[in-house]
């Protein structure tokens, strides 16, 4: 056990000295109280008093983990907590060992708020803000089920699934974005170069310009007279949405409208209703209550749409009322979903029930995003299509209009 210094002022009001070999910082405070000791500081002993935890608060700050290392942290710690090992020896490994500076950080601040008897659920929100609500939430729910490797295990393949997703996406997006900047410059070099020429030879062959290439040149003089005015209102209008939806009144009206957009919406409540089933099944099949279960599967949902079908779930089945038909009543869960929980209320079987329902829910929610990657470029690609044809149209009928008037003469 380690040794801990301290500095404290005895009965007579004397200032004494000396330390005390205890578990963790919480009992070195009670053994100085059972000596009527007053502390005026207790720290580990060969390093100076509070310098543990200003080098918890200094790291804490700074040091924030990207998902890569989020990941490697997570998994990596749930491989050494299914080895048998303590968590503080797991800390211990990963803060000596790892090659990733920003892990072996937060590893270290972690183990120093295990070590002083903080719960590792609450040490995660000092440690870094890379770890949101959620993430704590899952991780109080490990704790208080004793299956903290499940839970993290978990936590590693919803991870898994964003870092997937997003790179899915931007893989998708790589090509039709690549045809998008060439017609964007398409359109420059045309309504630069090529449309002026067109122009002054309609006007010498006496001809009138083509309605659609008339459009475009209007269009490409008023983007570039008031192109800082589009700006401006863009960046304005994106950093107004922000600040809006980040307000009490803005986030509940956009978590709830994100999940009526075509494509995404899907996506969203698929993922949750996958997350939500597999959670249950943990806390469920490791001896948590089912209201427990509920409370902390609702406190660690970020968006507010989804929290508030779930606290009223959790009223519902805090006055008596079984799962099954909470969750009915609020209109918000899939009848399918519904008559899997009701049929495990039945039999005793509710965390099976949930097990099977997030398997099934896994496959729907590939399936969702493998069509999310699809549509996404296919419907960029059509855009850029339209575009290119618009302009390509209203070239071709110009110089068809020029040689018209030009054989006419």
């Not at 398997?359 to 699809?374: A, F, N």
């Amino acid at each position: 056990m380690p040794a801990f210094f301290y500095t404290a002022i005895d009965h007579t009001g004397k200032q004494v000295s000396g330390n005390v070999v205890v578990r963790n910082k919480t009992e070195a405070y009670r053994e100085l109280e059972a000596k009527t000791l007053t502390p005026i500081s207790v720290g580990l002993e060969g390093e100076v008093p509070g310098k543990s935890r200003a080098k918890a608060k200094a790291a804490s700050g700074p040091k924030r983990l990207k998902r890569a290392e989020l990941i490697l942290f997570t998994e990596e710690l749930a491989d050494l907590l299914d080895a048998g090992m303590q968590l503080e020896r797991a800390l211990k490994i990963l803060n000596e060992r790892s090659t990733s500076p920003a892990i072996k950080a937060v590893a270290g601040v972690l183990r120093d708020e295990i070590r002083e008897g903080a719960r590792f659920s609450k040490a995660l929100g000092k440690a870094s803000s890379t770890f949101d609500e959620l993430y704590c939430s899952l991780v109080a729910a490990g704790e208080a089920s004793g299956s903290l490797p499940e839970i993290l295990r978990r936590l590693v393949v919803n991870l898994k699934q964003l870092s997937n997703l997003q790179r899915r996406t931007v893989s998708a997006m790589i090509y039709p974005l690549t045809v998008l900047l060439a017609c964007i410059v398409l359109i420059f070099v045309v309504s630069t170069v090529l449309m002026p020429s067109l122009t002054k030879m309609m006007q010498k062959t006496g001809q009138d310009l083509p309605l659609v290439t008339d459009l475009l040149i209007k269009f490409t003089d008023f983007m570039s007279a008031w192109w800082w005015l589009i700006l401006a209102v863009m960046v304005g209008s994106i950093v107004g949405f922000k600040l809006f939806i980040a307000s009490k009144r803005g986030r509940p009206w956009w978590d709830e409208y994100k999940m009526k957009i075509p494509a995404f919406g899907p996506v969203i409540f698929g993922r949750f209703y996958a997350q939500f089933c597999h959670t249950m099944s943990n806390l469920i099949n490791n001896g948590v209550p089912l209201l427990n279960s509920l409370k902390l599967i609702t406190r660690g949902t970020q968006n507010y749409f989804i929290r508030n079908h779930l606290e009223k779930v959790v009223l519902d089945v805090g006055e008596g009322s079984s799962l099954a038909r909470s969750m009915s009543k609020t209109e918000s869960f899939p009848e399918g979903l519904i008559d899997r929980i009701a049929i495990g209320e039945q039999t005793g079987e509710l965390g099976k029930a949930f097990s099977k329902a997030a398997t099934k829910y896994d496959e729907d929610l590939d399936i969702r995003i493998s069509r999310l990657t699809s549509i996404v470029p296919n419907v960029m690609l059509c855009l850029v299509a339209i575009v290119v044809g618009v302009v390509a149209y209203s070239v071709i009928t110009t110089i068809f209009g020029s040689m018209s008037g030009i054989r006419a003469r």
